[in-house]
C-alpha cells in the first residue's frame, strides 16, 4: 500500500476563483520553501479533473477517498458540499472553502507527486454560485470527471449545470433508492449523451471476468451457446448488481426476451431454444452484494461462488464424463479511489454497461406471472 500524507487545510476569508488559485499558490510556494530548505522535493502533477458532488457529512471520508486516488491517478479534486435545508430566505449565502495537498511518500532521491484539492461547503440556498466556481478553477486541457455521492437520483440543478463540461458521470446506484427507477433514471443520461459509470458495475468486474474464463477450454466453450438456466443469488442489498450481471450475460450471447413466469424471465436463444432466469436473494453476512451465479446446460453446471470468508471467487465447471475444474481467486477489495481510477481507462462511453444495462431494464420491465397457488 502506498504512503500517503496530506497538508494541513488553508482556509480562505473569501471564496472566489481569484481567491482560491491565490491560495494554492501560496501552497505550493510553502511546499517549494521547504524543498529549498533541505526538505523533499514535491512534484506537482494533474492528469485529469475530479468534481465531487456531496453533501457536508461526506467531506471527511472523501477527502480520504481522494487521497488514496492521487497515488493512483494525480489530480485536481474540487469538492462541491452542499449543507442543511435549502433556503430561500437567505439574502446572502455564505460560502467556506479551503484547500490541501495529497502527496505520496517516495523512496529516497525521487520527488514526491502531489494532488490538489479544493473544497468548497455552501448551504443549499447558495447551489446556484457553486457551478460558476467550479467551472473556473478547472485545469485545462485534461478530461473532467464527475462524481456524484449523493444517495438520491442525479436530478440536482448543479448537476445539470457541469454536465456540459464533464467527459464522464460515476455514481453508486447501490446506494440510491427505487432500485430499478435508479436504471432507468441512470439510461435517461446515457440517452441525453452522458457517460455513466457506475460503481456497482465496477464491483462486478472480477465474476464477469471468472465467468468468462470457465468457458475458455473447448468442451466448455462448446456449451457456451445451449445454456438453459441461470441463477443468481444475491443479498437484498444486491439486487440491481444482479439485474446488470443477467443483463450482461444476455446482451453478451444475444438472448431476447421471451416471456416470464413466476420464478423468473424466459429468454429466447439466437438458435431457437429457451433460457430460463432467476434471481434468488438470500440472507448472508459474508456477501456485499452477490453470493453465486449458476450457468447450467443439459451436462453440464459452471458456477462462480464467494467463498465463505468473503474473501476468494470459486469458479467451477461439471462436464459430463470429464474431470471437474475448480479454482479459487483472490477478490479484491474494490474501494471508490480504485473504481474511479479502473473508470478513467474509459474515455467516454462504456458500450458493455450500456448494453447490459439496456438488456436488464428489458428484463425488468416484464412483469412476473403469479405462482400457482
Aim: charged share 20%; net charge negative; glycine share 6%.
Amino acid at each position: 500500500m502506498t504512503d500517503l500524507f496530506t497538508t494541513p487545510s488553508m482556509r480562505l476569508t473569501q471564496v472566489d476563483a481569484g481567491a482560491i488559485e491565490r491560495e494554492l499558490a501560496r501552497l505550493w510556494s510553502a511546499a517549494t520553501k521547504t524543498e529549498q530548505t533541505g526538505g523533499v522535493a514535491l512534484m506537482r502533477a494533474c492528469v485529469f479533473n475530479l468534481v465531487v458532488l456531496t453533501d457536508a457529512a461526506h467531506v471527511a471520508p472523501v477527502t480520504n477517498i481522494i487521497a488514496r486516488l492521487t497515488a493512483l491517478r494525480p489530480h485536481r479534486a474540487i469538492v462541491a458540499a452542499l449543507d442543511g435545508d435549502d433556503d430561500a430566505t437567505a439574502p446572502q449565502p455564505r460560502l467556506e472553502a479551503w484547500v490541501q495537498a495529497h502527496c505520496t511518500l517516495a523512496p529516497p532521491g525521487r520527488p514526491q507527486v502531489c494532488g490538489e484539492q479544493i473544497t468548497i461547503m455552501a448551504p443549499r440556498a447558495a447551489g446556484p454560485y457553486i457551478p460558476g466556481i467550479v467551472l473556473s478553477l478547472l485545469e485545462p486541457d485534461v478530461p473532467v470527471v464527475l462524481w456524484w455521492t449523493l444517495d438520491r437520483l442525479p436530478d440536482h440543478a448543479l448537476l445539470a449545470n457541469l454536465q456540459p463540461v464533464a467527459d464522464r458521470l460515476i455514481l453508486d446506484t447501490a446506494r440510491m433508492p427505487g432500485g430499478v427507477d435508479t436504471l432507468h433514471a441512470v439510461r435517461a443520461l446515457i440517452d441525453a449523451g452522458v457517460a455513466v459509470g457506475d460503481f456497482v458495475w465496477g464491483r462486478l468486474t472480477p465474476w464477469r471476468e471468472q465467468i468468462a474464463q470457465l468457458f475458455d477450454a473447448p468442451p466448455a466453450l462448446r456449451r457456451l451457446r445451449s445454456i438453459e438456466r441461470v441463477t443468481i443469488s444475491h443479498v437484498p442489498r444486491g439486487a440491481t448488481a444482479a439485474l446488470l450481471l443477467v443483463g450482461w450475460i444476455a446482451a453478451r450471447l444475444d438472448w431476447r426476451p421471451s416471456k416470464v413466469h413466476h420464478t423468473g424471465a424466459v429468454l429466447s436463444r439466437p438458435d431457437g431454444g429457451s433460457v430460463r432466469i432467476e434471481r434468488v436473494e438470500v440472507a448472508t453476512e459474508t456477501a456485499d452484494d452477490l453470493v453465486s451465479a449458476a450457468l447450467e446446460t443439459t451436462d453440464a453446471r459452471f458456477t462462480v461462488t464467494r467463498s465463505a470468508t468473503g474473501s476468494h471467487l470459486v469458479a467451477c465447471a461439471i462436464i459430463d464424463d470429464l474431470t471437474p475444474i475448480e479454482r479459487a481467486v483472490h477478490l479484491p477489495k474494490l474501494d471508490a479511489a480504485t473504481l474511479i481510477a479502473d473508470e478513467l481507462r474509459l474515455a467516454r462511453h462504456d458500450p458493455i454497461y450500456e448494453a447490459a444495462l439496456r438488456q436488464a431494464l428489458d428484463l425488468a420491465k416484464q412483469q412476473p406471472t403469479p405462482a400457482p397457488e
